[in-house]
């Protein structure tokens, strides 16, 4: 059996090292929380500007999102902040919640006190995304308010995410999103009112789905050689969407 250092404590802290070192060769710090039995949380801070030219780009003058209010609803509460900072850039308020539950107490209040949200942003989970969590919040503030909603999701579970926007959703964004991008889909989108029956996806990404690339590729086989089963789906996925006959083998020797 591997009794070696990085089999027993998975690693032996050598990226850590050097993470240090980099950080602190550009003028920044690094640091940890760590607790017994629970785990350890790293951090750092590097003195950052931004680049003229994007500053350039946004938010807009006049900027059409400055004031609106946000609703920010993700359970992972680091992807939680990361989006409360880039909606705050635009210009936007933004109140967090960390569950579907206080969400839906947060929008049934901003009713009662007549300032509703102006749009909905909901972070998903993979677990999430292929649940019942999401749908039923969805179902449920749809009764009483008809913000637009947008989601922001990975890519591993595509059929479901694809469900999910196609009938739960004003805007769906895969993560990461671009700060430049996220910005003008939510000004398109609030400038014009996209409802939920004008679904719309991140259509400015290269892709390979819908009905030109059905046309494009049908009748085309491809075969995938990959040993990683998670990326191997995520081919699968995406081939078969364009219309394209795909087989799966682990080598080249299969």
Partial sequence: ADTSETRRFGGTGLGLAISKKLIEQMQGEVGLESE????????????????????????ANPNP???????????????????????????????????????????ELSIQKNSNFDLAVIGLSREQTGSDQYRSFYQHVRRVSAIPIIVLSGTLAHEDTTKICQECASLCLSKPVRTEQFYHRLKDLLAHGIGDDEFSSDTKEPTLSGQHGKGRFAGVRVLVVEVNLINARLLNILLKNAGIDVGHVMSGGQ
Avoid at 69 to 97: K, N
């Fill in 65 to 107: 999102l400055s004031r609106m209010h946000a609703l920010v609803v993700d359970t992972h509460p680091l992807s939680r902040l990361a989006t409360r900072h880039t909606l705050e850039a635009f210009g936007l308020l933004v109140t967090e919640s960390s569950d579907f539950a206080n969400a839906t107490r947060q929008i």
């Fill in 36 to 59: 017994l039995g629970t785990g350890s949380s790293f951090w750092f801070k590097l003195p950052l500007t931004l680049d003229s030219k994007t500053r350039a780009k946004y938010p």
